[in-house]
């Protein structure tokens, strides 16, 4: 069956434009992360997904960044007047449900790269 | 709060030699999960083990197996006769079971695994 998919694969923007960052979680997962990965860097939480709960947001690093989820199924992270700072990988996965014992399954990410 | 620390920043070993990778955790909770995940070069991270608190039985997939002690808070991962496709950086991650908050794994800063030819 699909994985997790996400776009687009690489972003290349100038410093202070908006971006939107897609995932496409596997069918029937509930539980949806976005990570942001930086070169050589560990997993750095941003934002959880579970349901139809309210969005843990406890990882956003500013206001500047949102992200939505809609039916239950996709995801846009947008990041509003980007930062060079915000150069990363951007990582999402899905899992079966939002119980601390399900894997997830993550995408193939979003390299964004502010010029 | 959760924790986990993967000591070893990079292992450099040459192939059909044994590595261990060291995860050592820290949580309050009684019930929590563990897991391992790989990223190969490519990239995309690809979940390789999830063990309980309640089950500390130690388990092997072909060359991996898998060293889970609370006595000690740790659990090790070791690639038996290391090839070069193991080759990748190696996350530790942490999961809790609260109450009333989120799921929210937190994961160690990774081990990156260089196996020469």
């Known amino acids: 069956g699909a994985g997790v998919s996400q776009s687009p694969s690489n972003k290349v923007t100038e410093k202070g434009k908006d971006v939107e960052l897609r995932c496409d979680p596997i069918?029937?997962?509930?539980?949806l992360y976005w990570y942001r990965q930086s070169l050589g860097q560990g997993l750095e939480f941003l934002i959880y997904?579970?349901?139809?709960?309210?969005?843990?947001k406890s990882g956003l690093p500013s206001d500047r960044f949102s992200a939505e989820r809609t039916g239950g199924s996709v995801s846009t992270l947008t990041i509003q007047r980007t930062q060079q700072e915000d150069s990363a990988v951007y990582l999402c996965?899905?899992?079966?449900?939002?119980?601390?014992?399900?894997?997830?399954?993550f995408g193939p990410g979003t390299r964004l790269t502010v010029t | 709060a959760q924790k986990v620390t993967q000591a070893q920043t990079e292992i450099s070993v040459v192939e059909k030699e044994d590595v261990t990778l060291d995860c050592v955790y820290e949580?309050?909770?009684?019930?929590?999960?563990l897991f391992w995940y790989k990223q190969p070069p490519s990239g995309e991270l690809v979940f390789l083990i999830r063990?309980?608190?309640?089950?500390?039985q130690n388990e092997i997939s072909g060359r991996y197996s898998w060293n889970f002690q609370k006595s000690t808070s740790s659990f090790n991962f070791t690639i038996t006769a290391s090839q070069v496709v193991d080759s990748a950086v190696y996350f530790c991650?942490?999961?809790?079971?609260?109450?009333?908050?989120?799921?929210?794994?937190?994961f160690g800063r990774g081990t990156s695994l260089i196996v020469h030819p």
């Open positions: 996965a899905s899992s079966l449900g939002g119980a601390g014992g399900y894997e997830q399954y």
């Open positions: 069918s029937g997962h509930t539980a």
């Open positions: 997904f579970q349901g139809n709960s309210a969005p843990d």
């Open positions: 949580t309050r909770d009684t019930t929590y999960y």
């Open positions: 063990r309980n608190s309640f089950d500390e």
């Open positions: 991650a942490l999961s809790e079971a609260p109450s009333g908050g989120s799921y929210i794994p937190t």
